[in-house]
């Protein structure tokens, strides 16, 4: 079955770059799906972040689209985030999931990765 | 954005109890509305999509409603299992949010 992994540091430091990657088991990351990442702060609720096509093609949230930047390599069949000029307000456990498509836009979250803390501290 | 509001934000029942949490979009998004289910630690669950097709697996005491801007999510018998933080999700655009939860606690 369709397995996805999130990893990366679980620290970062004030103004640095936040990065994480999703592995994809199961699953060719080109078979026509949207991946996502979506965010959680410690007790608070669920927060989309963006989401990317294996062609590359990127939505990203308002809020966060001047400090983020979403790839694909399907090579690896992965997807990895990065999130620049970090602060504590971006401490998180943070989801990659599979997004699907009923129409022309990435819809819902059917599948989800176990999710990875990342905490922003000095 | 389009903002979604839940509520109750907490609701205290037992088992055997028929449960309703409400969810309202502050503008029309048809039926483009999911709902997902949260236990402490783990990753959400698809529940619901379409505003009321059941995801693959998901038992039949689930059931969803609504369209426009006012959506319900209606557990028929509240089993244990069922004591969880459940979220809706609109994708009626690209920017999808979700609402603030709903915790279901034991009375």
């Known amino acids: 079955q369709v397995q996805l992994q999130e990893s990366g540091p679980g620290l970062v430091k004030p103004s640095e770059t936040l990065s994480l990657t999703c592995d994809v088991s199961g699953s060719s990351i080109s078979s026509g799906y949207y991946w996502g990442w979506i965010r959680q702060p410690p007790g608070k609720g669920l927060e989309w972040i963006g989401s990317i096509y294996h062609s590359g093609s990127t939505f990203y949230s308002p809020s966060l689209r001047s400090r983020l930047t979403i790839s694909v390599d399907t090579s690896k069949n992965q997807f990895s985030l990065n999130l620049r000029s970090v602060t504590a307000a971006d401490t998180a456990v943070y989801y990659c999931?599979?997004?699907?498509?009923?129409?022309?836009?990435?819809?819902?979250?059917?599948?989800w990765g176990q999710g990875a803390l990342v905490t922003v501290s000095s | 954005d389009i903002q979604m509001t839940q509520s109750p934000s907490t609701l205290s029942a037992s088992v055997g109890d028929r449960v309703t949490i409400t969810c309202r979009a502050s503008?029309?998004?048809?039926?483009?509305l999911a709902w997902y289910q949260q236990k402490p630690g783990k990753a959400p669950k698809l529940l619901i999509y379409?505003?009321?097709t059941l995801d693959s697996g998901v038992p039949s005491r689930f059931s969803g409603s609504g369209s426009g801007t006012e959506f319900t999510l209606t557990i028929s018998s509240l089993q244990p299992d069922d004591f969880a933080t459940y979220y809706c999700?609109?994708?009626?655009?690209?920017?999808?949010?979700f609402g603030g939860g709903t915790k279901v606690e034991i009375k």
């Open positions: 503008q029309t998004i048809s039926s483009s």
């Open positions: 999931a599979r997004v699907i498509l009923l129409g022309s836009l990435p819809d819902f979250f059917d599948i």
């Open positions: 379409l505003a009321s």
């Open positions: 999700q609109h994708y009626h655009t690209y920017s999808v949010t």
